[in-house]
């Protein structure tokens, strides 16, 4: 299976910051399928990317997404106060279909 | 508005078994994908299961497969998932989610709040 690894663990930042999120694949992702998820305390998975670098219904332009192959990122432009939370990138070209450990935006 | 709500989760012994099902509106159900993702507690996502539009096609992570089932009803625009022979480690919240994509290639556009099923004796 594809392993994917987020880097880094916990990333802190202040609002109004740029967050950079890395994703990095153990094999290459097949055909770009891969999407970002932004996760809250108590609350489900939200979709916010999906093939790279199609953002989801709703999801505002300051997210965007980026990469191929191995390495990919999602960046936060300029950070609100709800963009805290956890993030998790997943690649769905390969079964089975694999998530990253995750990394956790929060406030500095 | 899509809403997806899980029910039937609980306490299972080890061994033993659960049903989950998974209630869909605001959307055509019969027309998606659906999938089963679990989030163990403190942990990150895995994906369980999916079952193509039709119920036709089924897929399962290695470490569920031959214990869990996963179908559908879209009659009744609801999917299940079938949990035999529980093991403490399927020990999560587990999440209803409608997929998309191309030839089981899934990624997950909405989720349910999820539902948690602990295994203990």
């Known amino acids: 299976e594809i392993v994917l690894t987020q880097s880094p663990g916990t990333l802190s930042l202040s609002p109004g910051e740029r967050a950079t999120l890395s994703c990095r694949a153990s094999?290459?992702?097949?055909?770009?399928?891969l999407a970002w998820y932004q996760q809250k305390p108590g609350q489900a998975p939200r979709l916010l990317i999906y093939?790279?670098?199609s953002r989801a219904a709703g999801i505002p332009d300051r997210f965007s997404g980026s990469g191929s192959g191995t390495d990919f990122t999602l960046t936060v432009s300029r950070l609100e106060p709800e963009d805290f939370a956890v993030y998790y990138c997943?690649?769905?070209?390969?079964?089975?279909?694999?998530f990253g450990q995750g990394t956790k935006l929060e406030i500095k | 508005e899509v809403e997806l709500s899980e029910s039937g989760g609980g306490l299972g012994q080890p061994g033993g078994s659960l049903r989950l099902s998974c209630a869909a509106s605001?959307?055509?159900?019969?027309?998606?994908?659906m999938s089963w993702v679990r989030q163990a507690p403190g942990k990150g996502l895995e994906w369980v299961s999916g079952?193509?539009?039709?119920?036709?096609?089924?897929y399962y992570t290695d470490s569920v497969k031959g214990r869990f089932t996963i179908s559908r009803d879209n009659s009744k625009n609801t999917v299940y998932l079938q949990m035999n022979s529980l093991r403490a480690e399927d020990t999560a919240v587990y999440y209803c989610?409608?997929?998309?994509?191309?030839?089981?290639?899934?990624?997950?556009?909405?989720w349910g709040q999820g539902i948690l099923v602990t295994v203990s004796s």
């Open positions: 989610a409608k997929s998309r994509g191309v030839a089981a290639r899934y990624y997950f556009d909405s």
């Open positions: 605001g959307f055509t159900f019969r027309s998606y994908a």
């Open positions: 079952i193509s539009e039709s119920g036709g096609s089924t």
């Open positions: 094999r290459s992702v097949s055909s770009s399928y």
């Open positions: 093939d790279v670098s």
């Open positions: 997943q690649q769905y070209g390969t079964s089975p279909r694999t």
